[in-house]
DNA sequence: AATGAATGAGTCTTCATTCAT
DNA sequence: AATGAATGAAGACTCATTCAT
C-alpha cells in the first residue's frame, strides 16, 4: 500500500480509464449515445462491463467524461494555436478550422451529440453536470469572444458588432457547414469551405477602410453641404 | 351509408391520427426520441398503446410523420409569406422568423432532432425515408435560395457570394442562436434576436448604395472641404 | 325473411365462409397457424376481420372447421375411390396416394398441423371439440381398416396380422415419406415413392399363394417332375 | 485463482444452463414452442428473464439446443447400444425401443414438435441452423441405416430393398404408434407395441432361410427326391 | 481492482377479439 | 350482415446497473 506498489495499478489503471473513454467516444460517434450499450464500450475497451462501472459510475457519467474530454483538446488547440496568428481574420480563419477538425474528424458527428444531450434528450444535463458542461463550452467560446474584442481593440474590427450574434453564425453556420460537408463525404476539402463560411462573416464585421463612413460621416457631409449653401448664399447676397 | 353518416367516423379518425401525431410531437421535442416511450405517446394522446400502431405502423414511421409535418408547415408558411414583400430584406428577415418561430413555439427544439438523426444518431435515417426528408428539406431550403437569387437579380445583393455559405450561415446562425435564447428561456424576444443574426448576415451580402463609391468620393469630399475653407476664409478677410 | 329473400344472402353467406375457410386453409398450410393472424386471413379473403368473427367465434373454430373440411374431402373421395378397386393391394396403393395427395398437394403440410396441434400445441383441443375430432379421424382411418379386413376376409391378406400395427405403420410411413420428399422437393413423383413405401408392408401382410416357390425352388421341382417323368417314361416301355 | 475457486463458479454457469434447456425442453413438450413464453422458462428454471438471454441469444436458439441436446443424447444412446447386439432383428428392435424412450418419456411429444417445426411451422428453420439440425438428424437415421446394411452385408436381411422407404417405416410407424399409445395412456407398455410394429417390417425384409416352406412341406420334398433316386437306382441296377 | 453472471424494469410491437356504426 | 377502429394484454428481447467472488 506503499507509493511504489500503487504506482504500477495506478498506471494501469489510468491506462484503462483512457481505454474506456476512448472506446465510448468512437462508439457514440458512430452509433449514437442511445445505441451504444455499456456492454458494447468494455468489449470494444478490452474490458469487462463491470470495470466501466468502477470507473465511471453511469453511463451519463461517461457522457460527461467524453465530451469534456473533447472540449480540453478543443479549447487546448485553440488557446495554443491562436497565440501563432497576430491577424485577426488569420485567427477567425485557424479556431475556424480547429472547430471542424476537432468536431469532425474520428470523432465524427459527436459534438452534434453535445448538443443534442445538452439541450433536448432526456434532460440528461438537468443537474449539476450542467453546470460543469457549460462552463466548459463557456471557456471554450471565450477564446472566439477573445479574438473577437481585441480584434475591436485593434480597429480591425467594428466596435458597434453584436457579439452575441455573430458568435452564434459562427459556430452556427461552421456546424451547418460541415454537416452538409459531410452528407456529400466532401470532408477533405475543409478549408475551402470553412473559409467560404468565414468570409461573409469577416465581411460584415471587418472596418473596412473606406467603407466605415458610417451615419455621422453623412450627418457631417449634410452638414458640410448645408453650410456651404449657407455661406454660398450669404455671399449671393452680398454682392 | 350517405355522405354524413360516414363523415363522422372518418372525421374521427383523421381527428386520432392528429392526437397522436400531436402528441408524439410534444413528446419528442421535450424529452427526445429515445426517452419518448410509445405507451407515453399513447397515454397523452388520449388513446390505447395499439391505437397508436394501427396510425402509424413503426415508432420511426411516427417520427418520420411528424417531422414530415413540421416541413410542410414550415415550407407552407415561408411560401406565403414571402409573397407579402417585395424588398429582399424584409423577406429574409421573414424567414428567419418564420424558421424560428415554426422550429422552436411549442415544438421546442424538434428541429434540432431532425438533423441530430438525420446524420448522427442510430442510422435511423438510413433507408428510402431518408431521400423523402431530404426531398421536404432541400424543398423548404430552395425557397432562401430563390429570395435570395431574386435579390441579386433586384440588384439588392452582390452576385459574388457564395450562395452555399450563406444558406449554411443563415440556418445554422438561426439554429445556434436559437439555442441560445432558449437556455435563457428568453424566447419571447425572438424579433429582435432573430435580427441581430440576420444583420450581419445582410450587411455582408447587399450592394451598399452609399459604399462603393471609393477613392473619387474621398476626392470629391476633398474638394468640397476646400472649397468651403477657401469660402470661410474669404469670408473672414472680408469682416 | 322468407325463404326467397333470404336464399340470396344465405347464398352468398355460404360463399363468404368458404373464402375465409379457403383463405385459413392456405395460410395455415403456408406458415404455420401461430403465424397466421386474422388480419392476414381477412385481407386474403377479401373480407373485413369483423366478418371472420361474425363465421367463425374464434380463430381455434376457424382451424376446426379447417381439418374438418380436409377430412371430409379425404374421406370422400377415399371412399368413392376404392369402390372402384376389387385388388386389396390395388385399393390400399389408391389410399396411399390419396392421402399423400390430399395432404400435401396446395395444402401443403397442413395435415401435419392438425396432428401437433391434435397432440401437443397448446392443448388447443381439450374440449368437446376433440372429439369432434376424434371422429373424424377415426371415420378416416376406418377405411383403411376397412379394406385391410376385406382382405382377410378374401384371403388376400393373413388373419394373424396385428391391424393397429399395420395402421400406424401404413400412415406413419407415408407422412413421413412425404416429409422425405418435400424436403427434396420431388412431390412431382408421389406414385413412385407410394409404392416404394406400401410395398414392403404389403409383402409383409399378403398371402402368398404358393408362398414358398423362389425361382430356383420351381425349377428345382420341374426338374424332378421332369426326372420323374422320364423314368416313368422308362418304366412303362419296359414293361 | 486456483483451479478449485474457478471451477465452483464455472459448474454453477453450467448448472444454469442445464436448468433452462431442461426448463425449455420441458415446456415445449407441454405447451408447444409458441405457447411456452420466455418469462414461463425462466420461472420454471428459476432464473430471471434476462438470464436466459444471457445462455440463449433467441428462443429459437433455445429450441435449437434443446433439439439437439436431444439428438445428442438419441444418438448416443443408439451408438452405444446396438454395439451390446450382434443379430440384426435384435438391433432393430433395441434402435426402435430408445427411440420410442428418448421422444416419449418426460420429454413427452418434443421430437414430434422438431418435425413439425422443422417442416411447417413459420419457417423457424429457414437458415443456417436447418443446416445443423439435419446434420443431426442425418447422424442419427445414418446409424438404423447402418444396421440394416450391416444386415444385408450378413445375408439377414434382402438385398433387393428400398432402405429410404424402409427407413420411413420404421420411424414414421413408430412415432405414429407412439402417438397412439400416448392418446390412450399406454405409454407403459412400450415393448409391446415397439414389437409390434417392428415385426410386420422385419418380416417384410429378412431373408427366409427356406423361405416360408412348412416343414411338412420340405419334409414331403425330400421324400420324393429320396424315392425317386431309389427308383433311379434301381431301374439302373436293372439295366 | 477486476470480473461477468444476474437482474427485472422497460421497449416496441403483435394480435385475437369486441362493438359502435 | 358487414365493417374496421379500438383495445390492452402478452410477447421477445435489451440494457444499465449490482454484487459476490
Not at 102 to 113: P, Q
Amino acid at each position: 500500500m506503499n507509493n511504489i506498489t500503487k504506482s504500477a495499478p495506478r498506471y494501469r489503471v489510468e491506462q484503462k480509464e483512457q481505454d474506456i473513454l476512448k472506446s465510448a467516444s468512437e462508439l457514440f460517434a458512430e452509433l449514437g449515445f442511445n445505441a451504444t450499450s455499456t456492454k458494447k464500450i468494455a468489449q470494444n475497451a478490452g474490458v469487462s462491463e463491470g470495470t466501466v462501472f468502477n470507473y465511471f459510475a453511469t453511463k451519463n457519467d461517461l457522457l460527461i467524461a467524453v465530451i469534456s474530454e473533447m472540449y480540453a483538446k478543443l479549447t487546448e488547440d485553440a488557446e495554443s494555436g491562436i497565440s501563432k496568428y497576430s491577424h485577426t481574420i488569420e485567427r477567425i480563419q485557424f479556431l475556424a478550422e480547429n472547430h471542424v477538425r476537432g468536431t469532425a474528424g474520428n470523432k465524427a458527428l459527436l459534438l452534434r451529440l453535445i448538443y443534442v444531450y445538452m439541450n433536448t434528450d432526456l434532460h440528461i444535463f438537468e443537474h449539476l453536470e450542467t453546470t460543469a458542461l457549460y462552463k466548459l463550452n463557456h471557456e471554450y467560446t471565450k477564446i472566439f469572444d477573445g479574438v473577437i474584442l481585441e480584434g475591436v481593440r485593434h480597429q480591425e474590427i467594428r466596435d458597434d458588432i453584436n457579439l452575441s450574434a455573430i458568435r452564434d453564425l459562427f459556430f452556427g453556420g461552421l456546424e451547418y457547414a460541415m454537416r452538409t460537408l459531410m452528407l456529400k463525404n466532401k470532408m477533405g476539402n475543409i478549408e475551402k469551405y470553412v473559409s467560404d463560411v468565414v468570409e461573409p462573416l469577416w465581411d460584415s464585421i471587418q472596418i473596412k477602410l473606406s467603407q466605415s463612413e458610417g451615419p455621422e460621416f453623412k450627418d457631417k457631409l449634410d452638414d458640410v453641404l448645408k453650410r456651404l449653401e449657407s455661406v454660398t448664399d450669404k455671399l449671393n447676397q452680398r454682392d
